[in-house]
Structure formats: C-alpha cells, structure tokens
C-alpha cells in the first residue's frame, strides 16, 4: 500500500495478539487500505476502530463500503472511532456510516460510535 500506513500494515501482522485484528480491503486482489481492531481496546463504548485507504483509492467509496461490511457482518458488536476534529474526511466517513458523535477523549479527539445494526438489518458478510 505503500507510505507510513502501507509499512505500518505490512510490518503489524505479526505483532497482532488475539485481540487485535487488522482486515485488509481488497478491490479485486489489490490491498487498497485497511481496518484495525483493537478488542484489547473495548470499552463499553465498543471496539477500537482505525481505518485507512491509500490516497489513489479514495473518495470512490472504498472506506463507506469497508465500514458498511463491518458492521454488517458483526451486527451485535459496537465499534468506536476516535477522531481528530481536523480530519474531515475522516469524520464524514464515519457519520456516512452511521457512527454518531458522543463527545471527546482526553487528547481531544472526537469520539465517534456505531452502536450496531437492528437484527433485521444484518445478514451481510459473515467473514469479516
Ligand atoms: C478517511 C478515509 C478512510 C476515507 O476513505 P474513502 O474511501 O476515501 O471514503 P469514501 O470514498 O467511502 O467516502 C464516503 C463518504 O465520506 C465523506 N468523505 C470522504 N472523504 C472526504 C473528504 N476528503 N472530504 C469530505 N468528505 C469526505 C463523503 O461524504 C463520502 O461520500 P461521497 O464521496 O459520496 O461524498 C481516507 O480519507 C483515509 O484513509 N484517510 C487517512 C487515514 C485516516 O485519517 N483514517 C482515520 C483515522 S481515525
């Protein structure tokens, strides 16, 4: 993927505990970003969320569809977000995929959940 998130992938696998997980996003074959899951991290807020597309990718609805897979294919399970509030992007994404704002962390990130799909709602992909 290339750049600090590219060397920063490539080098975390085997890093990762039982409560880490990192999903790459294929398109086709080609690993075009990823998300990081940390449950070492979860609160009741729910599990830690990073996430990340490499910039040729973007704005073509990669991210939208990584976090919609996501959280469709783990409907029960919580996910937060901690967000700088200058990452534009980043902070339309999340709301694009229904996370809400809560408030802000200590560092003065903007806290952002998603508190999981109604059960009517899932039946998306069960591998992720
Ligand atoms: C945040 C990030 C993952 C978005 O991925 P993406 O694949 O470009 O997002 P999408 O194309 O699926 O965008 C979905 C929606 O989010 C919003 N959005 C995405 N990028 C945006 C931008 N730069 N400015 C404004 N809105 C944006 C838009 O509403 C967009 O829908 P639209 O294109 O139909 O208007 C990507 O910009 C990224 O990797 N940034 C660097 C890493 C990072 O900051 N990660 C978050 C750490 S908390």
Redesign the pocket.
Known sequence: MGGFYGAAATRMPPLLGPDRELLIVLLATEPV?FLDLDTDRETSDGIDL????VPG?????????ALRALVAGRPDRRFV???RPD????L??AR?AGFTQTGSDEWGDLVLVHRGLPSSASGGPSHL
Request: glycine share 12%; no cysteine.
């Open positions: 970003g990073t996430y990340f597309v990718h973007r704005r073509r609805g990669v991210g939208l569809a977000a901690a967000v990452n534009v992007a980043s339309a994404l694009a």
